[in-house]
């Protein structure tokens, strides 16, 4: 399902944190939000799973905004793993990830077999088949994340929309899940601080720089060393991954940027796909 996001405009606290944002995932595509600390990623993520209401602008879910659908019918479509998780659950593993399934139930309504799969599925996918009965508050901080993708993955949304997902995730872990998001060929949103890891999982990437996009299209085209510079401040040069072929930035860790720190790059006005 495509997702789509037109001049959105954010405001708080009295002031406008993102203005004039348009992005877009096609059809299982995976489209990562990049840019520094500030730059809005999380601010427009919070527009899609509707923790936030823009002051302008709309989201669109296969051509619907979805401030017309109703909570559970957003839920159907949309599945968030934010930053502010609240993950102080006294409940086992097993119950957290079925908390996924309340979409698709009425009130009081018991687990059918339906359910039943669609936890031990998600669990499985995120190597956490074993842990059902673990109380989800003794998990180390990768095991909660994982156990909350699983949650997402139970809820079976045409959209997943991702905040950081590796925060607290070692290696191998990492690498599991940015795969078992191309398995996926879900439609997702996320935000990653990895430009590497947005490089090799994302088919378009969006670059946001002080609240608005200011690059938009496959990462080959989009991170190059004169972006870096200047959206990021860092000294870099683009290389082709030896294993994979995709594009590996290899960062000067001794040198201060070339170019300008901080000045946005002109808009280009294609967006291309990998």
Do not use: W
Not at 57 to 83: E, F, H, K, M, W
Not at 190 to 210: I, M
Request: glycine share 10%; aromatic share 2%.
């Amino acid at each position: 399902m495509r997702i789509a996001i037109e001049g959105l405009e954010v405001t708080l606290s009295g002031r406008t944190v993102v203005s004039g944002v348009g992005l877009i995932a096609d059809d299982g595509e995976i489209a990562g939000l990049v840019g520094p600390n500030g730059s809005g990623k999380s601010t427009v993520l919070r527009t899609v799973y509707r923790h936030l209401a823009p002051r302008a602008g709309r989201v669109l879910v296969g051509g619907t905004d979805i401030r017309q659908l109703t909570p559970a019918q957003s839920a159907r479509q949309i599945a968030a793993l934010p930053q502010e998780r609240g993950t102080d659950f006294e409940l086992s593993v097993r119950e957290v990830v079925a908390m996924g399934r309340t979409p698709y139930k009425r009130a009081f309504a018991g687990e059918d077999a339906a359910d039943r799969d669609a936890v031990a599925d998600a669990l499985a996918r995120v190597g956490m088949k074993d842990a059902g009965r673990r109380r989800f508050s003794t998990l180390s901080g990768g095991e909660r994340q994982r156990v909350l993708l699983a949650r997402a993955l139970a809820q079976d949304p045409k959209v997943l929309v991702l905040d950081e997902p590796t925060n607290h995730l070692d290696v191998r872990h990492q690498v599991e899940l940015l795969a078992l998001l191309r398995a996926q060929r879900r439609t997702t949103l996320l935000a990653l601080h990895d430009l590497n890891a947005a490089a090799s999982v994302c088919d378009r990437l969006h670059v946001l720089h002080e609240g608005a996009v200011v690059a938009s299209g496959a990462p080959r085209e989009v991170l190059t060393p004169e972006l870096l510079a200047e959206v990021f401040g860092v000294r870099a040069a683009v290389v082709d991954h030896p294993l994979t072929g995709d594009p590996l930035i290899a960062f000067d860790h001794r040198s201060p940027a070339a170019g300008v720190r901080g000045r946005a790059p002109e808009r280009p006005q294609a967006t291309a796909s990998k």
